[in-house]
């Protein structure tokens, strides 16, 4: 898998290039999900498909930013699904932003997740990288990724960072966000699920959500590419992942490539908390 390692690393730093420098407007074209693409999705999935598809060890490259599968090599093992700029939408107000990379064995499934990484564009470009334990990694003056140290979760954070519109959550998910702030959680949320989960398992533990919506209920985030390889790292950092009802996001059923789901991450307090209010255990929100 080192050379798929290598490949998204160069990836990445080609990215954070073109985002300094590039134009940032819309393409003319809509993708799976429905958004209006920005040149810098399109130009950032075309720089990770090209380098990734002279590799021979790839069996198929999934996308956020494309419809469909692109199958490359029909024997190769891993299959590797990624959200090209996370984020996007964010680039002209300066926000970080970043990419997700979810590497499969053979076929995608929760249970198939054999790695995963992502990398935050923010005023430094960091990866953290996920085999057996998450690592975080800076790039350098000399452009290497350097290895910073293990990301650990403690059992109960402080920061509270849950998505969608207020006027569209449910009762369930007000009670519990309100709960939250009752119980001393300060808000933290700029909208780029990879800034956000990164603050949270930076500094230690907290919660992130995107619920169920009354426009989106099944969510907005995808699973194959967004939800799942975020999922391995909190897992393997000693946190916990919900959608609400199970207790992990790695029984979640797929059932096609651009799936979405509503999902939580966070530490132990936090994710047993969401289940209790999810289940009806709950429903007060002091
Ligand atoms: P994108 O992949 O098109 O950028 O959309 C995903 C982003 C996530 O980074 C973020 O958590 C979410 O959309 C924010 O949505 P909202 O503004 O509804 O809270
Ligand atoms: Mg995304």
């Known amino acids: 898998m080192d050379n798929i390692l290598n490949a998204i690393k160069e990836c990445a730093k080609e990215i954070s290039q073109m985002l300094k420098y590039c134009d940032f407007g819309y393409s003319n074209t809509i993708n799976k999900t429905g958004d209006t693409q920005l040149k ?41 699904a990624y959200d090209p700029l996370d984020g996007s939408s964010l680039v002209d107000v300066n ?42 990694f800076r790039l350098d003056e000399n452009s290497e990724f350097i290895k910073i140290k293990e990301l650990k979760l403690t059992q109960k954070g402080k920061i509270n960072a849950t998505g969608g519109s207020q006027w569209e959550w449910s009762d369930t998910h007000k009670s519990l966000i309100q709960n939250l702030f009752n119980e001393k959680y300060r808000l933290r949320y700029s909208g780029a699920m990879v ?25 907005k985030l995808r699973v194959v590419f967004e939800i799942l390889p975020f999922a391995y790292i909190f897992e393997k950092a000693g946190g916990f992942t919900s959608d609400g009802f199970l207790d992990t996001l790695f029984n979640l059923e797929i059932s096609s490539i651009h799936q979405t789901s509503p999902c939580f ?22």
């Open 195 to 219: 800034a956000d989960l990164h603050q949270i398992l930076l500094k230690g533990g907290g919660l992130f959500s995107y619920p169920s919506t009354t426009n989106a209920p099944n969510g």
């Open 95 to 136: 926000f970080s932003v970043g990419s997700i990379f979810g590497i499969y064995d053979s076929k995608i499934s929760p249970k198939n997740l054999v790695a995963s990484l992502y990398f935050v564009y923010g005023p430094r470009l960091e990866m953290v990288f996920c085999l057996d334990k998450p690592y975080l």
């Open 265 to 286: 991450f966070g530490s132990k307090f936090e994710i047993q908390k969401v289940r209790k209010f999810y289940l009806g255990e709950i429903n007060e929100s002091n």
């Open 40 to 80: 810098l999705d399109v130009l950032s999935d075309e720089i990770i498909s090209k380098k990734l598809s002279k590799l021979d060890n790839i069996k198929a490259l999934i996308s956020e930013e494309k419809d469909e599968i692109l199958n490359l090599n029909e024997n190769a093992k891993f299959i590797v």
